[in-house]
């Protein structure tokens, strides 16, 4: 069984442009989340998506946004990057969202 | 709010000791609590979860973790660590509205290093 897959796994952007990234969840599974983390803020939470809709959605800014397809794969998106935006992007599945997440290698991003 | 505390930044243990990783927790209700592990440059292993039933959950790669109310706590115990268990562990407290429990929060994680 294929895991969670993330693309691209390195990225490198400049200051003001906006970034894509994708989530393939695990067969079968209709929830995806997505978590940030940086060495000063840890692991934050960004949003959590069940069978297309939004059902979750952490403290972030307006630049932050995502969304989910009908085949479960979602996409985040940011606009407008900053310097503090570089991180590393996880996204997780589950099949319902109740019991425990299966994450992804994560996207590695740079904004310079 | 709803936290969770790891109070030790950086442990080092020997080949062949034993480990416990402290976790504290803040939350209102009943928790979903969670150890993940994550090697360098990869996402999260979940290595156990507790949500009811038996306090003491057994997880994978010989981990177990102790659920204690009173205490607010859900340590992580290994009886006998390997160098290749060496990498940086979180826990993490289920928490979201409606039933869902897709927002963890995560501790700020403990790294692990192993001496030979």
């Known amino acids: 069984k294929a895991g969670v897959t993330q693309t691209p796994r390195y990225l490198i952007k400049t200051r003001g442009q906006q970034v894509t990234l994708s989530c393939s969840p695990i067969?079968?599974?209709?929830?995806v989340s997505w978590y940030q983390q940086t060495p000063g803020q840890g692991l934050q939470f960004l949003f959590e998506?069940?069978?297309?809709?939004?059902?979750n959605k952490g403290n972030f800014p307006g630049r932050f946004s995502g969304r989910q397809f009908s085949n479960s794969r979602s996409e985040m998106n940011v606009s407008t990057l900053e310097l503090g935006d570089s991180a590393l992007y996880l996204c997780?599945?589950?099949?319902?969202?109740?019991?425990?997440?299966?994450f992804g290698s994560g996207t590695r991003l740079t904004v310079v | 709010a709803q936290s969770v505390t790891q109070p030790d930044i950086h442990i080092t243990v020997s080949e062949g000791a034993s480990l416990e990783l402290r976790c504290n927790y803040s939350?209102?209700?009943?928790?979903?609590l969670f150890w993940y592990v994550q090697s360098p440059g990869q996402g999260l292993q979940l290595l156990l979860k507790?949500?009811?039933?038996?306090?003491l959950v057994q997880g994978i790669k010989g981990f177990e973790a102790e659920f204690k109310r009173s205490q607010s706590s859900f340590n992580l115990r290994k009886p006998s660590v390997h160098w290749s268990d060496a990498a940086e562990y979180f826990c993490?407290?289920?928490?979201?509205?409606?039933?869902?429990?897709?927002?963890?929060?995560f501790g700020k994680g403990t790294k692990l290093s192993v001496k030979p």
């Open positions: 997780a599945s589950s099949s319902d969202g109740t019991y425990g997440y299966t």
């Open positions: 993490a407290v289920g928490s979201g509205g409606g039933g869902s429990q897709g927002n963890l929060i």
């Open positions: 507790y949500f009811s039933g038996d306090t």
């Open positions: 939350y209102g209700a009943t928790p979903y």
């Open positions: 067969s079968g599974h209709r929830s």
């Open positions: 998506y069940f069978s297309e809709t939004q059902r």
